[in-house]
């Protein structure tokens, strides 16, 4: 257990963080996941409009630092060449 008051403080203030990251991280995991279920249905209408949402969620999130922006890109490139083959 910590032993000065800005210690104590600080693990507070981590607990926070932790739990913020958690649901931003389970947030971003649901929108990649609506994506993929567009996806495998073949609904292409369906998956362009979970991409838009889900590219916002993860823009956000590299911005705030939950994921590294090369992640973030990396993540968005997989997905969307995906969709592309399900147009053509």
């Given at each position: 257990?910590a032993n000065?008051?800005?210690?104590?403080?600080?693990?507070?203030?981590?607990?926070?963080?932790?739990?913020?990251?958690?649901?931003?991280?389970?947030?971003?995991?649901?929108?990649?996941?609506k994506v993929?279920?567009?996806?495998?249905?073949?609904?292409?209408?369906?998956?362009?409009?979970?991409?838009?949402?889900?590219?916002?969620?993860?823009?956000?999130?590299?911005?705030?630092?939950?994921?590294?922006?090369?992640?973030?890109?990396?993540?968005?490139?997989?997905?969307?060449?995906?969709?592309?083959?399900?147009?053509?």
């Amino acid at each position: 257990m910590a032993n000065t008051k800005s210690a104590k403080k600080f693990i507070i203030k981590s607990k926070k963080n932790r739990n913020r990251n958690l649901s931003n991280r389970s947030m971003l995991k649901t929108f990649i996941k609506k994506v993929n279920i567009a996806i495998n249905k073949r609904n292409i209408s369906e998956a362009l409009f979970a991409f838009k949402n889900m590219q916002k969620c993860i823009d956000r999130q590299s911005i705030k630092g939950l994921i590294h922006k090369n992640k973030a890109a990396r993540c968005k490139s997989k997905i969307f060449r995906r969709i592309s083959l399900l147009i053509n």
